[in-house]
């Protein structure tokens, strides 16, 4: 869970990198960095916490240069202490490397060790130092490959990094002249370029490139590097295979509605997830009430395919700022609900049909469910428009261990017991595949348990 942004031959690009970065905060809120380059050296300023409260002014007068990449990060691999926090920056053999990434690899232990042995140091508790360490290690270039002149002493040492890893990775290298995208064959995370006047960007979601009043080119091809510098832009596509594995979970909630990714829009996708619900649904109800921001999309399909009208019965707080670990339950029931109020105006007498995007441990719907009776509501039928969370994922997405899953402990009606609903229903993992173009391009593993790459760090974590 984290959102990655570059941008090459841009006056002031670390101005660029935060305005582009604070677009993708949504993908990351426990650190934000800024790395920029001027040819000469690089800037480099990282710090905890949200992208607009932790960079400040003076900070930005240090990201000198045209060149920067920026990154948020919420934690899926290593602690989340500063150390990991990114972009992470390394004197390599090429001289000053910076990097991001977004995804997770599934062999970071088993590979760390067996270099580990070999006498090679690591600085870092994250995956991400690999894509930098492992640059000094060897160098590949496929037979199929004919490298540009430019490339060829770059070039070799990326493919032999990118050939070691695997898992899910959208990756952007910033060297003094240049940045080296890449994403790995099966795609399971976006990235996209972009253009503004002459310079080139790129980001996790197309939100980062509307906020700067860019245009979104395309998406990074599944398998694909691309190198961008003074003489152009190169593009090599270094890993060829048919088997993609674009993460579904994007559409069900972690990418902004608004934006286009893995070929599709996330808003017709969500609403779509809503509307194959419905037809999947017999109950009747008064009301549609989406559980905001996420439920809204897919209430909205529920909601026209049943013609039953969309109310908002739930009112986010937009105010919400820290809050604390707290020590009893009553207390952090109040922390959940900082956010949501009930409106009572809706819900006083109604049968209530509310529309979440995802159950994954249960809590937060029990306390939403508990609040809408409180304020009045006659039945509840929650919603679900996704199938049940079986399993964690390893590709990049912070759901909890498989222990914690609520599905994978309970039945659905001992759920729906938990929770306190009337009724609950999930949508089908059929219904799910339905609403994207081409299903078997997608991972769906933590919905059916079927893994596209195998975990190879589990039995070295299990010892
Ligand atoms: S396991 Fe789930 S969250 Fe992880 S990549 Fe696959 S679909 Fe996405």
Redesign the pocket.
């Given at each position: 869970m984290c959102g990655i942004f570059g941008i090459f031959n841009a006056e002031h690009a670390g101005k660029y990198a935060f305005y582009g970065i604070y677009a993708l905060q949504h993908r990351g809120q426990e650190s934000v960095g800024i790395a920029t380059s001027d040819r000469e050296g690089m800037y480099l300023v990282k710090k905890p916490g949200l992208v607009l409260e932790a960079i400040t002014a003076k900070d930005m007068e240090a990201l000198k240069g045209d060149t920067a990449i920026a990154h948020v990060r919420y934690s899926t691999s290593g602690d989340s202490g500063g150390s990991n926090a990114q972009p992470l920056l390394k004197e390599t053999s090429l001289g000053q490397t910076a990097l991001v990434h977004n995804g997770n690899l599934v062999n970071y232990h088993t590979l760390k060790t067996s270099l580990q042995e070999r006498g090679v140091s690591f600085y870092h508790t994250s995956d991400s130092e690999l894509f930098l360490t492992l640059l000094d290690v060897g160098e590949y270039v496929p037979q199929h490959i004919k490298l540009h002149p430019e490339d060829e002493r770059i070039l070799p040492k990326i493919f032999f990094a990118l050939s070691k890893v695997k898992g899910?990775y959208s990756v952007i290298y910033m060297f003094r002249d240049r940045l080296v995208v890449a994403r790995d064959p099966y795609g399971?995370?976006p990235l996209l370029i972009g253009r503004l006047k002459n310079s080139i960007l790129f980001a996790s979601e197309s939100c980062a490139f509307d906020i700067l009043g860019a245009e979104t080119w395309r998406e990074v091809k599944c398998g694909e590097v691309i190198v961008v510098d003074k003489k152009g832009i190169r593009s090599y596509q270094l890993f060829r295979q048919d088997k993609k594995?674009?993460?579904?979970?994007?559409f069900?909630y972690?990418s902004k509605p608004e934006v286009f990714l893995f070929g599709d829009w996330v808003y017709r996708v969500r609403k779509a997830m809503g509307m194959a619900l419905a037809r999947e649904d017999d109950i009747d109800g008064d009301v549609v009430v989406p559980v905001p921001d996420s439920g809204v999309v897919p209430a909205i399909g529920y909601s026209q395919e049943k013609g039953i009208p969309l109310e908002l019965g739930i009112i986010r707080n937009h105010y919400v700022g820290r809050s604390f670990i707290e020590p009893t339950q009553e207390l952090r029931d109040i922390k959940v609900l900082m956010k949501l109020n009930p409106n009572r105006a809706v819900l006083e007498g109604k049968r209530v049909i509310v529309i979440d995007d995802s159950l994954v441990r249960g809590t937060t719907s029990r306390k939403i469910v508990s609040m809408l009776k409180r304020a009045g509501a006659k039945e509840i039928h929650l919603r679900i428009a996704s199938p049940p969370?079986i399993?964690?994922?390893?590709?990049?997405?912070d759901?909890p261990t498989k222990e914690e899953l609520i599905a994978n402990r309970f039945s659905p009606e001992e759920i729906r017991q938990f929770i306190g609903a009337d009724s609950l229903k999930y949508l089908s993992l059929e219904g799910l595949k339905s609403c994207v173009k081409k299903s078997e391009d997608?991972?769906?593993?933590?919905?059916s348990g079927v893994?596209?790459v195998e975990y190879e760090d589990k039995a070295l974590r299990m010892r």
């Open positions: 899910a399971f995370r594995a674009m993460c579904i979970f994007e069900v972690f969370v399993g964690p994922c390893y590709y990049g997405i759901t997608f991972c769906d593993a933590c919905f893994y596209p």
